[in-house]
Every structure is written in structure tokens, then in C-alpha cells.
């Protein structure tokens, strides 16, 4: 399917391999309403009496523009209090947490394993993309489920594919493998294959120990 050769690997999916895109970081003006936010969102981080002098550019290191989207990569040490103000601030207003999931850029790239945050502005009706840059021994990101309810199933999902700790989570179980399971499935390092499928007094070889058709 993907141009896999010299393999018994029937799935096909070992010829897949992608190079990570990284879109460059944007500068002023970003167009549309997008530096409305930014300018609002850094009105109201420098306004905020409980952190003083951590302002926009400590919390957020890189925001990119690209394909109409609008990405802030941001710090995790900050994450909930930016989250928070995007929620509260009432020129922002980004009330729903639409999903929170993980990529593995691969082992070429610093900082592999991202966490991904989509917000949504129901209000404004717009759309914001938070990124958390991460290393894979160091795989630690704080939980949004105080801010977000709606992240508690995203980040306990998040856990079990990429391994990502969500401190303060209330219960990070995993959520679709069994809780017995032995890694996490959606790393680069995991591997394609390799796990039979069992049923009830039989068992198929993973795809690849299987024979290969041509």
C-alpha cells in the first residue's frame, strides 16, 4: 500500500515514513483577527496581579501562522494560567476544549513529542491551536482538566498512545488499551507489528510473521 518492499509485513504500513513539517514562526501583522487575540491575550496576561512581569513572550515562544490556522507553542510551565485567561477574558472567550492529543515528530527533531490543545471561541467563533514542545524523557505536561472538564478523557487518551504525564490529572488510566498494557502504541519507537491477535483457542501472527501475498 505505501511502496513496502522485501518484507512480510502485510499491512504495508512499514513503507510509510513521512518528514515532520515545522512551519516557520510568523511575524507582524498575522491578518485576520489574529493579532486582535494576541494583542488581548497580552493586554490581559500583563494585567493579571498574581504573576507579575510574565507577560506574553514568557508564556508563549513562537506563534506561526500557517494554511489559515493560527498556532502559539507554548511553555508548560504557564500552560494553565494562559489557558485560563483565554477562557475568562471576555474579548476572548475560547469556552470549549475541543481536544488534546499528542505527536511524535520522530527522533530527528528536538523536542520530539508535542501535546496538542484545540480551543474553541464559541463566542467569536474562532479557533486557536495551543502546542506544548516535549522531550521524551521528560514527557510531563500540566493537566487541564481544572480549567477544561472536557479534558480529562482527551489527556487520559493522550497518556496511553504517547506516554505524556498530565500532572493534577484526577485519574490517568489508561483508555483504550488494557491497563496491563506494556507501552504506548502511537510513539515512533513502537513497533509496527509484532503483537499477535488472540482468540478463543487460536491465535493469528502479527503482520510481520505473516505470509506476504504478491
Known sequence: MFGIQGSGDTSGFGGLRLPGYAPAPAERPYGGWFDEVAD???????????????????????????????????????????ARTLRDDPALRFEFCSGISGVDYGEDVPQQL?????????????????????????ARCPSLVDVYPTADWHERETWDMFGVVFEGHPSLTRILMPDDWNGHPQLKSYPLGGIPVEYHDAEIPPPDQRRAYT
Request: net charge negative.
Open 114 to 138: 508535542h501535546v496538542v490543545v484545540q480551543l474553541l471561541s464559541m463566542t467569536y467563533r474562532r479557533r486557536l491551536r495551543l502546542e506544548i514542545a516535549l522531550d521524551l524523557d521528560d
Open 40 to 82: 488581548e491575550a497580552a493586554a490581559a496576561l500583563a494585567d493579571d496581579p498574581d504573576a507579575p512581569g510574565v507577560g506574553f513572550d514568557t508564556c508563549v515562544h513562537q506563534v506561526t501562522v500557517d494554511r489559515g490556522e493560527m498556532t502559539w507553542y507554548v511553555d508548560r510551565e504557564h500552560l494553565v494560567r494562559l
